[in-house]
């Protein structure tokens, strides 16, 4: 009965999702969670949309952090690590008294403004200032968001991307800190999701999600410091529309 209630189109969403979610973050470090509940949404409950995201986001940063590790420089990851594990909590423990709907609408607005900007700016302007204060209070930011809605990556992304720093570097930053926000966010809420459907959802996204992962890995080799940071302007304007239809 539980084979039988995956239904052709239901697979076929699944794996659409997996494999566009994971190509977006294979190639950009970025947007799987967004990328991928934009479609699965189409076919899945949302308890259900919300295991496959956590469950296969944690899956495929663990992979992809892997051939990143040699862009990870500690010092500059440690600040944003502190930050997100103090803002994680935070934003768990406003889950039920937050209108998360009307979190993922600000939080839209302001990618799509902020893409907009970063895709028709001829130069985008380089932070210097402030430190590692600055930089733990972006991750505290974007803990609270991850612990809210999932969005853990924005504002760490975003702000790599002000600071100048390469697409390696910036990668080295965000992606791990994603991961780390996802493994949180489960110890703190727990594998209530986790049902007999839920694992073989899981189970079947698999092979389209390490083949978009694998395919993303491949475009992002090939991508020079200018067409990343397009890429990722990109990604994030349409992240942020994908939140607000």
Do not use: N
């Given at each position: 009965?539980?084979?039988?209630?995956?239904?052709?189109?239901?697979?076929?969403?699944?794996?659409?999702?997996?494999?566009?979610?994971?190509?977006?973050?294979?190639?950009?470090?970025?947007?799987?969670?967004?990328?991928?509940?934009?479609?699965?949404?189409?076919?899945?409950?949302?308890?259900?949309?919300?295991?496959?995201?956590?469950?296969?986001?944690?899956?495929?940063?663990?992979?992809?952090?892997?051939?990143?590790?040699?862009?990870?420089?500690?010092?500059?990851?440690?600040?944003?690590?502190?930050?997100?594990?103090?803002?994680?909590?935070?934003?768990?423990?406003?889950?039920?008294?937050?209108?998360?709907?009307?979190?993922?609408?600000?939080?839209?607005?302001?990618?799509?403004?902020?893409?907009?900007?970063?895709?028709?700016?001829?130069?985008?302007?380089?932070?210097?200032?402030?430190?590692?204060?600055?930089?733990?209070?972006?991750g505290f930011l974007g803990g609270i968001l991850g612990?809210?809605?999932?969005?853990?990556?924005?504002?760490?992304?975003?702000?790599t991307q002000l600071r100048?720093?390469?697409?390696?570097?910036?990668?080295?930053?965000?992606?791990?800190?994603?991961?780390?926000?996802?493994?949180?966010?489960?110890?703190?809420?727990?594998?209530?999701?986790?049902?007999?459907?839920?694992?073989?959802?899981?189970?079947?996204?698999?092979?389209?999600?390490?083949?978009?992962?694998?395919?993303?890995?491949?475009?992002?080799?090939?991508?020079?410091?200018?067409?990343?940071?397009?890429?990722?302007?990109?990604?994030?304007?349409?992240?942020?529309?994908?939140?607000?239809?």
């Amino acid at each position: 009965m539980l084979v039988a209630s995956l239904s052709l189109q239901v697979l076929g969403i699944v794996w659409l999702g997996a494999f566009a979610g994971a190509l977006a973050a294979g190639g950009a470090g970025f947007a799987f969670a967004l990328t991928a509940s934009a479609i699965w949404l189409h076919a899945l409950e949302p308890l259900h949309t919300t295991m496959l995201v956590v469950a296969c986001g944690t899956l495929l940063h663990t992979t992809l952090v892997w051939p990143m590790r040699r862009s990870i420089e500690l010092k500059r990851f440690w600040p944003f690590a502190l930050g997100g594990l103090i803002g994680i909590p935070v934003g768990v423990a406003l889950l039920t008294q937050t209108d998360v709907s009307k979190v993922k609408v600000a939080v839209g607005v302001f990618l799509v403004l902020y893409g907009l900007y970063a895709v028709l700016a001829p130069r985008l302007p380089v932070i210097q200032g402030g430190g590692r204060s600055s930089d733990a209070f972006v991750g505290f930011l974007g803990g609270i968001l991850g612990g809210l809605g999932g969005f853990s990556g924005v504002l760490p992304t975003i702000w790599t991307q002000l600071r100048g720093w390469s697409k390696g570097t910036a990668r080295g930053v965000y992606q791990p800190f994603i991961l780390l926000a996802h493994m949180a966010t489960l110890l703190l809420l727990g594998a209530t999701t986790l049902d007999a459907t839920g694992f073989l959802l899981v189970a079947v996204s698999l092979p389209a999600l390490f083949a978009g992962a694998w395919l993303g890995l491949q475009i992002y080799g090939r991508l020079d410091e200018r067409l990343f940071r397009r890429l990722l302007s990109i990604l994030l304007l349409l992240s942020g529309v994908t939140l607000l239809v």
